[in-house]
């Protein structure tokens, strides 16, 4: 007669766990990352690690611990002084740009998510250095002669660039920026 005793004592307490256990066998699917065949089944906002579609980090944050099964990927915040400006996996942010040409101010503060702009003082212009005008990565600032023969052209952008707003005008088709090429 022991034996029902123990095993009635059991069944009670195997009652009390049931909804427990059910519980975090949910919450470990629902967090936990979607196994897949392969890379091309993840989405934009994913990324592919050892047969997992994983989340990415937000901009502003970098990876610090990849996902694993029933566990989602780590990300901190970028530190000051660096940044990341999209969906990300990576585990480092970029150090941002600094400002340090001669005539060069700040257009835009880098933040966490964008890096800095930077331009010219007032009565300089950006001259590129390596040939192309509108996103060139080497420049200089050069004295802007109102007396030089002006040329002004406008250029699609793909996105808004900030830090230049004052400089954007829009249209329903696409976003213009006025630029001033000097003869």
């Known amino acids: 007669m022991t034996t029902p005793i123990i095993w009635h004592s059991q069944g009670q ?3 009390k766990l049931l909804p427990c256990v059910l519980l975090l066998l949910i919450v470990g699917v629902v967090t936990g990352q ?3 065949s392969n ?3 993840c989405s934009k906002n994913e990324y592919w ?3 997992l579609c994983c989340d990415k980090c937000a901009p502003g944050y970098k990876l610090i611990k990849k996902c694993s099964s029933g566990v989602q990927s780590e990300c ?3 530190s000051d002084g660096t940044y990341q400006d999209s969906m990300n996996y990576f585990p480092n942010c970029f150090r941002c740009q600094k400002c340090t040409k001669r005539h060069a101010v700040v257009i835009s503060p880098c933040t966490h ?3 800095t702009v930077c ?3 007032p009565g300089f212009r950006k001259r ?4 192309d005008s509108l996103f060139s990565i080497s420049w200089d600032c050069v004295p802007f002669k109102r007396t030089q023969m002006q040329k002004m052209y406008y250029a699609d952008l793909p996105q808004p660039l900030s830090g230049i707003n004052n400089q954007i005008t829009s249209d329903k088709s696409a976003l213009k920026v006025k630029c001033f090429f000097i003869k």
């Open 39 to 41: 890379k091309g089944d």
């Open 49 to 51: 690690s050892d047969g």
């Open 76 to 78: 901190v915040k970028c």
């Open 113 to 115: 998510q964008n890096n």
């Open 119 to 121: 331009g010219c003082q």
């Open 13 to 15: 307490h195997m009652r």
């Open 34 to 36: 979607r196994s897949v």
């Open 128 to 131: 590129s250095l390596d040939g």
